[in-house]
């Protein structure tokens, strides 16, 4: 049962990461299927703490090969930048290969981003994404648009050179927006140093199949920012879900054994975009403070916000979770309660339960309706050294009753619970796919 695939079931920032990095530990290649620089996966190995924006996680462990699978868009430069940081660090440990299909975001791609936000500020104020400014959705209409620049071109001299010619023909307003032939001076010049890890990976992928060993797909982005199912246009510009996890490595769905969601105990959200379970106020800054929800990749604060199960629900049946990863169970501890939102009313009196508007505005006038449950007590030193010796046992009660909850809730168990950064901050639950009502869940919940 070789495919894992992990999923953000929010906004981002969920950890993936670390998830990710957990159970890479028994694989032997870890995917990006999407995204780029826009991503900023934080993890903390006994050497210290990374934060890896390009390479996916298995970079870090002996045995692993990352993958930047043919889904991404990659900034080369900072791509080579990053190696470069590892290895100095010591913490390159795995081996890389990056597919020649998976396209370059030029700087051309960065000006634009940062131009386009401005056309959208000046034409409706508000109207804005907040996007990180790394290039995505730019690079990913020249890939859609057939005038993108794949890193099999970028690595052959004349390729780039003939693949510039004609993106810059398509668009002649990119002579103002960057110095053309120093991008093209320098884009080759980064690019003999990372020819070497450049190759076609689905035949690499599809023979580790064939020798079931284990594949893992790690998310970047997440569920509700897909541009087709998130909360459009304030979205990404690929498809962080399930069926764009294969998209984006070229893995056929019969492959996939389990689709692992993760999700915060609570919500953050990052830039523009309809959040209706937001925090605001003192409880709020209390929550951005002690998650230290700081965006890896921008420095910006995130919003933050309560569980939202109305989303949770959509995002389960969107990408067939098999199971839940809750992350940062710790932040919540010492509360009063925990309020969940369990539907929503729309303005005109319809309650919803799992299936969200697909118009921002109105997702943004919907009125959730929380049910507040029984908070743990806050984590210190003594709970942490006993969940690390004695595992999920050790957690709190009210916080088991939490996580059976939300299986019940959503229909899917939750299999794993993280409290903490560190890589040993995470307790497995075991396993209960026949679900949350059967098996290792609710027995080990009384
Ligand atoms: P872009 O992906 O840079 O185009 O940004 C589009 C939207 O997705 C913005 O609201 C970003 O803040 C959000 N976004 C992109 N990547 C991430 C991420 O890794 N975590 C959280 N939000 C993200």
């Known amino acids: 049962m070789p495919v894992i695939v992990v999923v953000g079931a929010q906004f981002g920032d969920e950890a993936k990461g670390k998830v990710t990095d957990y159970l890479a530990a028994n694989a032997t290649f870890v995917v990006r299927t999407g995204g780029g620089p826009n991503a900023g996966h934080t993890i903390e190995i006994p050497e210290g703490k990374v934060v890896l924006h390009q390479l996916p996680c298995g970079v870090l462990r002996y045995g692993v090969t990352a993958v930047c699978g043919p889904g991404m868009v990659l900034d080369p430069t900072a791509l080579d930048e990053e190696i470069r940081t590892l290895q100095e660090r010591r913490m390159f440990k795995g081996s890389l290969v990056v597919s020649e299909r998976a396209h370059a975001i030029l700087p051309t ?182 998650g230290g929800e700081r965006g890896a990749t921008t420095g910006r604060v995130r919003q933050v916000g309560w569980l939202d199960l109305v989303l949770l629900r959509y995002v389960t049946k969107l990408n067939g979770f098999t199971s839940l990863a809750l992350t940062k169970v710790d932040v919540l501890g010492g509360l009063d309660d925990v309020p969940v939102a369990v539907q929503y009313v729309t303005p005109d009196g319809r309650t919803l339960t799992d299936y969200p508007p697909s118009d921002a505005e109105e997702l943004a006038h919907v009125t959730p309706v929380y049910e507040k449950l029984p908070a743990w007590p806050k984590f210190n030193e003594r709970l942490t050294a006993r969940l690390r010796e004695e595992g999920a046992s050790a957690l709190p009660s009210p916080l088991k009753r939490f996580v059976e909850y939300l299986g019940r809730e959503t229909g899917v168990p939750v299999e794993w619970v993280s409290y903490g950064p560190r890589r040993e901050e995470t307790v497995w639950l075991g396993k209960s796919h026949g679900g949350p009502s059967a098996g290792a869940v609710t027995a080990w919940a009384q």
């Not at 693949?163 to 991008?183: F, G, Q, T, W």
């Open 109 to 290: 791609h960065i000006a634009e981003d940062a131009w386009e936000e401005k056309v959208r500020t000046a034409t409706h104020p508000g109207a804005e994404l907040g996007t990180t400014m790394r290039g995505i959705g730019p690079a990913y209409a020249d890939r859609y648009g057939r005038w993108g620049i794949r890193f099999g071109e970028l690595i052959h001299p004349a390729k780039l050179q003939q693949r510039l010619e004609l993106l810059v023909a398509s668009k002649p307003h990119l002579k103002e927006l960057v110095d053309l032939p120093a991008m093209q001076a320098k884009l080759a010049e980064v690019a003999s140093r990372l020819a070497p890890y450049v190759q076609p990976t689905e035949p690499t992928l599809w023979s580790a199949l064939a020798r079931q060993e284990t594949v893992l797909l790690e998310g970047a982005q997440s569920a509700l920012l897909d541009v087709d199912f998130g909360t459009y246009p304030y979205v990404t510009s690929h498809h962080p879900t399930s069926a764009g996890a294969l998209v984006g490595s070229g893995i056929p769905p019969f492959e996939v054994s389990e689709v692992v969601g993760v999700t915060k105990a609570y919500a953050t959200r990052v830039g523009a975009g309809p959040f209706p379970t937001e925090v605001e106020g003192d409880l709020g800054a209390y929550l951005q403070r002690e």
